[in-house]
C-alpha cells in the first residue's frame, strides 16, 4: 500500500454539498479529488426546487407536523407519505424524529438552525460570486399562498416566530396579491411575501458550474463507487469498487442520502433516512410565474427555472430500494392547476429524488468520532441548496485548523449516540 498521499482532501459525493466544499478547499490551495460513482449532480441537487430558503428557520420535527401527520398520511397521495412495508425498517427514526419535535428541543434545534441559515446567507453570496455563478441567482423573493382565512391564520405562529428573528415578510391580499402573481385561483385568499427568499435559474446548472469552478482552481474529478474507507497512521484510504484505492490525508463523506453507509464502515451509526421528494418540470411557458409560490398546507412549490416551470415537493419515507411511484408528481400538478388555472400541463418530465435527512433535521457536520482524519458533511434534508455554501464554509474551518464560522455542537455526528 502506497503512504503518499497525491491528495489533500477525498471528498466522496459530488452533489451540492460535495462541490461547494471542493470549491472551497481548492480555492484555499488543498489539493483535491472529488469522487463520484454516477458523475456531477446527478441525484437530489439536480432535481430540486431551486429555494434558496434561508427563511426556513424551523426544523421539520416539530409539534406542528406532528398534529398534520396523521391527516396527511391518511390520503394515500397526500404531502407525506409512508409505506406500511418500510414501517418497521424507519421505525427507530420516526421514534427519534417524535422525540425532537418535543418543545423542549425544538427550541434549540430552531436556534441551531438559524445559525447556520445566518451563515448560509452570507456565505452563498460569497461563494456565488466567488465561482462566478452569481449570475444565476433570482432575487425575486417567494409567495407563501393560503387557500381560505383559516389555512393562512393556522400560519401566523410560524411568521412571527420568523419575524423574531429578523426575516421580512409581508402579509398580501386583494389587489396586491393579484399584482404579486397575476392569474391565481379563486381559492387562494391571503399570502404572505418574502423579499428576500432567493431562487436558482435550475439547480443543475447551479451544481455542475460550481463543480466547473473547483476544477479550474485544481480540484480533480473522478467517476468511482467509493466502497469502504480505512483511516492508517498516514492518512485515509478509499477503497474503489473496481478494486483500487486512492489515499489522501484528509476525507469528507458528502455522499448524500448514502453517506451512512460509507460512516458504517468506519463504524460510525448514524441514523440517516431518505424523504422521498417527487416533482414535474413543464416546459418554459407553461404559466408565467413571477416568482416561486409556496403552497405550505399541500407540501409543494411552484418554481420558474430556465428550464420550465417544476411542482414539486412531497415527502415519501420509503428508503432508497423502492421503485418511485409517479403519482405523486401528478397529483401535484393537479393541484397546483387549482392554485393556478392558467397552467399547461402538457409535456412534463417527471422526477423522484432523495433528500437525506436526519430525525433532528439538522445536518451532521463535523469529524468522525472514530476516525478524525474524516469529516462528514451530509443530511441536510430539504435544505442542502440552501445550506451548501454554509457547509462547505464549516469544513473548510475544520481542514484548514481555524476556528469555526459558528458553535458546529448542534451538528456533531456523535448527537445520536
Ligand atoms: C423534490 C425535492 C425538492 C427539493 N428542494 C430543495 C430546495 O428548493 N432548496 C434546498 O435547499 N434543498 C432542496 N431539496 C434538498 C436538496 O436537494 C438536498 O438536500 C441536496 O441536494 C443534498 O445534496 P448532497 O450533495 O448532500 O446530496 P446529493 O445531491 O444526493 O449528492 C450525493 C452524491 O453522492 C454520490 N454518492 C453516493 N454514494 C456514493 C459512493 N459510495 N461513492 C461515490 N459517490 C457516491 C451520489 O452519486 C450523488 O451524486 C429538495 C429535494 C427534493 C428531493
Same mark, same amino acid.
Given at each position: 500500500m502506497v503512504r503518499h498521499s497525491q491528495y489533500d482532501v477525498c471528498i466522496a459525493g459530488a452533489g451540492i454539498i460535495g462541490l461547494s466544499i471542493a470549491f472551497r478547499l481548492a480555492e484555499a490551495g488543498k489539493r483535491v479529488l472529488i469522487l463520484d460513482r454516477? $458523475?456531477?449532480a446527478a441525484e437530489a441537487s439536480a432535481g430540486n426546487a431551486g429555494a434558496l430558503a434561508f427563511a426556513d +428557520?424551523?426544523? !421539520?420535527?416539530?409539534p406542528g407536523i406532528i398534529l398534520k401527520a396523521p391527516k396527511w398520511l391518511f390520503d394515500p397521495l397526500g404531502p407525506l407519505s409512508l409505506p406500511l412495508g418500510y414501517l418497521p425498517r424507519i421505525l427507530p427514526w420516526l421514534l427519534r424524529f417524535f422525540r425532537a419535535s418535543?418543545?423542549?428541543?425544538? =427550541?434549540g434545534s430552531t436556534r441551531a438552525q438559524t445559525a447556520l441559515m445566518d451563515l =448560509?446567507? =452570507?456565505? /452563498?453570496?460569497? !461563494?456565488?460570486e466567488a465561482a462566478g455563478v452569481a449570475g444565476l441567482l433570482r432575487r425575486d423573493g417567494a409567495l407563501f399562498l393560503y387557500e381560505g382565512?383559516? =389555512?393562512?391564520? *393556522?400560519? !401566523?405562529?410560524?411568521?412571527? /416566530?420568523? $419575524?423574531?428573528h429578523g426575516i421580512e415578510f409581508e402579509h398580501v391580499t386583494g389587489s396586491r396579491l393579484a399584482a404579486l402573481q397575476p392569474g391565481l385561483g379563486p381559492t387562494v385568499t391571503h399570502a404572505t411575501f418574502v423579499p428576500q427568499w432567493l431562487t436558482v435559474s435550475d439547480p443543475l446548472d447551479v451544481t455542475t458550474c460550481i463543480g466547473k469552478a473547483a476544477i479550474d482552481r485544481g480540484a480533480v474529478f473522478q467517476t468511482a463507487e467509493v466502497t469502504d474507507i480505512e483511516q492508517d497512521e498516514y492518512g485515509v484510504v478509499l477503497m474503489l469498487s473496481d478494486g483500487t484505492a486512492v489515499r489522501s490525508g484528509e476525507a469528507v463523506i458528502a455522499s448524500g442520502a448514502w453517506s451512512h453507509r460509507l460512516a458504517a464502515t468506519l463504524g460510525d451509526s448514524i441514523p440517516l433516512e431518505t424523504e422521498r421528494g417527487y416533482n414535474t418540470t413543464l416546459p418554459a411557458g407553461a404559466f408565467d410565474l413571477k416568482r416561486q409560490l409556496v403552497i405550505p398546507e399541500e407540501g409543494f412549490v411552484l418554481t420558474r427555472l430556465d428550464t420550465g416551470v417544476r411542482i414539486g415537493g412531497a415527502v415519501e419515507l420509503g428508503g432508497l430500494?423502492?421503485?418511485?411511484?409517479?403519482?405523486?408528481?401528478? +397529483?401535484m400538478v393537479e393541484k397546483a392547476r387549482r392554485i393556478v388555472p392558467g397552467l399547461k400541463t402538457d409535456n412534463g418530465r417527471q422526477w423522484m429524488g432523495f433528500r437525506p435527512s436526519l430525525?433532528?433535521?439538522l445536518p451532521v457536520i463535523g469529524r468522525s468520532p472514530r476516525a478524525h482524519r474524516v469529516i462528514y458533511a451530509f443530511g441536510h434534508g430539504h435544505l442542502g441548496l /440552501?445550506?451548501? *455554501?454554509?457547509t462547505a464554509r464549516l469544513v473548510r474551518d475544520l481542514v484548514l485548523g481555524a476556528a469555526p464560522a459558528i458553535d458546529l455542537s448542534p451538528y456533531r455526528p456523535q448527537r445520536f449516540s
Open positions: 454516477k $458523475g456531477m +428557520i424551523e426544523p !421539520l420535527a416539530s418535543m418543545p423542549d428541543r425544538v =427550541a =448560509a446567507r =452570507a456565505e /452563498t453570496e460569497s !461563494l456565488f382565512e383559516r =389555512a393562512w391564520k *393556522a400560519s !401566523l405562529a410560524m411568521w412571527k /416566530t420568523r $419575524g423574531a430500494e423502492r421503485a418511485p411511484d409517479f403519482r405523486r408528481s401528478e +397529483i430525525p433532528d433535521s /440552501t445550506q451548501s *455554501a454554509a
